[in-house]
C-alpha cells in the first residue's frame, strides 16, 4: 500500500527533523537513522521550535500508520500489524502528553481572565530548550483586559481567582514537565528503536497478508482486492457510533442535564464524555481511510496526504468540534482536580468550580456545533 509507505517515509523524515534540531531531544536510531539518512537535511542548522514541529509530524504518522493498520489489517500480515498497532499508540500518546498539558493550561488561565476580568494569572511556562529561547527573545505585553461591570459575584470570583490560576499553573507545569522528560526518555529507548527500525522497513515494503498480495500483484485476469470495502466498514462504524449519540439533546444549546452531571462531585471520568471521545476516535479512523483511498500525493508544503479534492469539509468541521470537545471536558476535569487539593482557601475553591462550570458549559457548546455540522450534506473543496 501506497499510503503506509508515503507515511512511514513522513515519519522517518519527522525522525531526521527531529534528532537535527538540538542535543538532548533526539537519540541515534539505529537502521532507522541510516535507513532514511537520504530524507534529513545534513548540515541544516536547527531553528526555533523545529523540535515541536518534528514532535507533531511523528505524532501525525504515527496515527496515521496505526489507523491505517487497524483499517486494513485483512489485508496486512496479522502478526506484525498487531505488533505494530499499540506500539505507534504508545509513541504518539507519550509524545503528545506535554502539548497536551501546555495546552489546557493556557485554555484553563485564559477562562479565567475571562470570567474575572482579572490579569493576575502566571503566564505558562516554558519546558525544555524552549524556556531558553524565550529567556532571548523580546516579549510582548499582553493587551489591556477587557473592563466588565462590577459586580459581588465577579468580586468574590476575582478573588480567588489569582490562587486558582497559580495552583493550576503549578500542578500542570509540573506534569508538563514531566511529560517532556518521558517524551526525552521514549525517544531515547530501546523500544522506540525498535519501533523506528519496523518503520523504516516499512517505507520499503508492507508486510502483506495474501489477500494484500494478491491486491499489489494480482494474476493476469485477476481483479485486483478492492479496498473499498474496509473503508465503508469504517465509515459504517462511524455511523453507528453517531448514531447512538444524544444529538437530540446536543441539539440543544444549553443541556442542563448533562451540566447537573457535569457539576457532579464524582472525581472518575464524565460519564457522558466517553461515546463522544469514542466517536472522535472513529472519525478519525474514517478520514485515514478517504486518505488511503484517493492515494498519498505529495502536497505543495512536501508531507504526504490526501489531494485537496478529496477532502470533505463536513467531516473536517465535524473532527474540530470533537477536538474542541475532548479539550474541555479534559480541562474541567483539571479543574475539578485541582479543586480537591486539600486546605485550599474557600475562594479558590469557588473559582475552580466555577471554572469547571464554565469548561462544561464549552463541552456542550461544542456537542451542538458537532450535531449542527454532521447533519449538513457532505461538501467538497473545490
Do not use: C
Amino acid at each position: 500500500m501506497g499510503y503506509l509507505r508515503a507515511q512511514a517515509t513522513e515519519f522517518l523524515r519527522a525522525l531526521r527533523r527531529h534528532r537535527e534540531s538540538g542535543p538532548g531531544t533526539g537519540t541515534g536510531t539505529g537502521t532507522a537513522a541510516g535507513a532514511n539518512g537520504a530524507l534529513g537535511e545534513p548540515g541544516r542548522a536547527a531553528q526555533p521550535g523545529d523540535d515541536v514541529d518534528a514532535a507533531r509530524a511523528l505524532r501525525r504518522a504515527a496515527r496515521r500508520i496505526s489507523g491505517t493498520l487497524h483499517t486494513f489489517q485483512p489485508l496486512l500480515d496479522a502478526d506484525w500489524a498487531e505488533e505494530m498497532r499499540p506500539e505507534l499508540a504508545w509513541l504518539s500518546g507519550t509524545l503528545a502528553l506535554e502539548h497536551a498539558y501546555a495546552s489546557r493550561l493556557e485554555r484553563l488561565l485564559q477562562a479565567l481572565h475571562r470570567l474575572s476580568g482579572s490579569t493576575a494569572f502566571p503566564a505558562p511556562r516554558p519546558v525544555g530548550r524552549a524556556a531558553t529561547a524565550t529567556a532571548t527573545t523580546t516579549s510582548v505585553p499582553p493587551a489591556a483586559p477587557p473592563t466588565h461591570p462590577a459586580s459581588a459575584n465577579r468580586g468574590n470570583l476575582t478573588v480567588g481567582a489569582a490562587k486558582a490560576g497559580a495552583l493550576l499553573d503549578r500542578q500542570l507545569t509540573l506534569a508538563r514537565t514531566r511529560a517532556h522528560s518521558t517524551a526525552l526518555q521514549a525517544l531515547g529507548s530501546s523500544r522506540f528503536h525498535a519501533v523506528a527500525d519496523k518503520v523504516a522497513l516499512l517505507a520499503s515494503e508492507v508486510p502483506l497478508s495474501s489477500a494484500g498480495r494478491r491486491s499489489a500483484t494480482p494474476a493476469p485476469g485477476a481483479a485486483p482486492v478492492d479496498l473499498r470495502p474496509l473503508a465503508t466498514a469504517a465509515r459504517e462504524r462511524l455511523t453507528d457510533a453517531v448514531a447512538a449519540l444524544p444529538l437530540v439533546t446536543a441539539g440543544s444549546p444549553y443541556n442542563a442535564e448533562a451540566l447537573v452531571h457535569g457539576l457532579s462531585p464524582d472525581p472518575a471520568p464524565h460519564p457522558q464524555d466517553t461515546p463522544w471521545h469514542q466517536v472522535r476516535l472513529l472519525l478519525r479512523l474514517h478520514r485515514y481511510a478517504l486518505e488511503a483511498l484517493a492515494g498519498a500525493d505529495p502536497r505543495t508544503d512536501g508531507t504526504a496526504g490526501p489531494p485537496d479534492d478529496s477532502v470533505d469539509v463536513r467531516l473536517l468541521a465535524a473532527g474540530e468540534a470533537l477536538d474542541r470537545h475532548r479539550d474541555a471536558s479534559e480541562a474541567a476535569a483539571a479543574a475539578a482536580q485541582a479543586a480537591r487539593t486539600p486546605r485550599i482557601a474557600p475562594a479558590t475553591a469557588y473559582a475552580l468550580g466555577v471554572l469547571h462550570a464554565d469548561q462544561r458549559h464549552e463541552v456542550e457548546a461544542a456537542r451542538y456545533a458537532f450535531q449542527h455540522s454532521w447533519r449538513k450534506e457532505p461538501i467538497r473543496l473545490p
